[in-house]
């Protein structure tokens, strides 16, 4: 064989067992990352807050937050806020669980 084959076949596994270690490394990190956001999040009580379907003055469908099952209202008047994206009610909720340092809720 031709000894620049050889030295490219060389480079390239190589490139590809630390491509594989690279890899490895950050599962590895990510999986630790993870649990230790769990384990944090279990000693947390449960989060009084829920998203539930709702509907904007103009008729549209939507989600609004509750919080322990009442409507969180603005401003202390009968009104609250919908959102049209439940992901979008979803990152509000959690704002709120984070301040009153509840569990956050995640969508899967």
Do not use: W
């Amino acid at each position: 064989m031709h000894p620049l084959l050889i030295a490219a076949l060389v480079v390239f596994g190589a490139a590809c067992l630390m491509y594989i270690n690279v890899k490895s490394i950050a599962a590895t990190i990510y999986i630790k990352t993870v649990r230790v956001h769990e384990e944090i999040d279990s000693d947390l009580p449960e989060s009084p807050y829920s998203v539930y379907p709702a509907k904007t003055q103009a008729g549209k469908t939507g989600f609004t937050i509750l919080k322990n099952g009442r409507y969180m209202t603005i401003g202390g008047s009968n009104q609250y806020t919908v959102y049209h994206m439940l992901e979008d009610a979803v990152i509000a909720m959690n704002k709120y669980e984070k301040l009153d340092r509840v569990r956050v809720t995640k969508l899967d």
